[in-house]
């Protein structure tokens, strides 16, 4: 497992030469929620996917200030990606990522998937938001892990409108280790300053160039229905799509139809021309 100068852990296999796709994981997740994508299009794309600073392998204590774009580039650079523009696919926290990297580096993008937005895309504090928040920073003051994790299962892998039962077990099973993974690097780490993006993503996004796809679920929070409603509004290329039978992890709750829909929209926004 490659690791960058800087303490990023990531995957790459880059042996076609095509534009590239970069895969960035949920808050609630690490790289491993790709791994039925990276298994689909390893035949066809060179791919890459990398752990956030604090989340699965990548637990090294920053020097300064935490830049996740700056991350996200520099695990372009080590995978070999200098130059041309890369595929961009985020999911909740990876999404804000993924278009702070769209406006930092708009030539290094060719095209953004949004499965859902998340992260710093969620600026309204809706009720079930707050909710939410609310009850993991008790968990989490209270130093219990578990009902945080417990936390995140319900509002983002549930999600409203359904029980636990609605979803595969092997889902749930999978985001509680991932989640729990972070709660445990985040203890270690303590207090880690973390740059953000001023003005906000938000309030720029008339300046993003890419072609943007947004994929959002009915069983989502109201603030990642809003995130999406303004993204598509400001976005001058954006397409959304909303699947009423997920939560906020779609490409995990039905990976066969999401790799589809992957598969279909990087061709479409492919030059096949592009070196």
């Not at 039925?36 to 996917?49: E, G, K, N, S, Y």
């Not at 990297?101 to 030539?107: E, N, R």
């Not at 359904?162 to 099973?173: I, L, N, Q, S, Y």
């Not at 001058?236 to 992890?249: F, G, K, S, T």
Request: charged fraction near 20%.
């Amino acid at each position: 497992m490659p690791v960058t100068s800087s303490g990023i852990a990531y995957d790459c296999l880059s042996p076609h030469g095509g534009v590239p796709v970069l895969f960035l994981h949920a808050g609630v997740a690490d790289r491993r929620m790709w791994d039925p994508q990276w298994d689909a299009l390893a035949a066809t794309w060179d791919i890459a996917r990398l752990d956030l600073r604090g989340f699965g392998s990548s637990d090294r204590a920053p020097i300064g200030p935490v830049s996740e774009v700056e991350d996200v580039i520099a695990t372009m650079e080590g995978a070999g990606w200098w130059w041309g523009p890369v595929h961009l696919v985020g999911a909740s926290l990876g999404s804000g990522i993924a278009v702070e990297v769209a406006l930092t580096a708009p030539h290094r993008v060719a095209s953004l998937c949004l499965c859902p937005p998340g992260g710093s895309l969620l600026t309204t504090q809706t009720e079930d938001l707050v909710a939410f928040a609310q009850e993991e920073n008790a968990a989490l003051e209270a130093a219990d892990l578990d009902a945080a994790v417990e936390a995140n299962i319900r509002a983002w892998v549930v999600g409203p409108g359904r029980t636990e039962a609605d979803v595969d077990p092997g889902v749930v099973a999978a985001v509680r280790q991932m989640q729990r993974r972070a709660f445990e690097i985040d203890e270690i780490l303590g207090d880690v300053e973390r740059m953000e993006m001023t003005p906000p993503a938000l309030e720029r996004l008339e300046e993003i160039v890419a072609p943007t796809l947004i994929l959002v679920g009915g069983h989502d929070l109201a603030a990642t229905k809003d995130a999406a409603e303004r993204l598509t509004a400001g976005i001058h290329q954006a397409q959304r799509v909303e699947w009423l039978d997920a939560a906020h992890l779609p490409s995990m709750e039905h990976p066969e139809r999401f790799t589809e829909l992957l598969a279909g929209w990087l061709a479409a926004h492919t030059d096949p021309d592009q070196p």
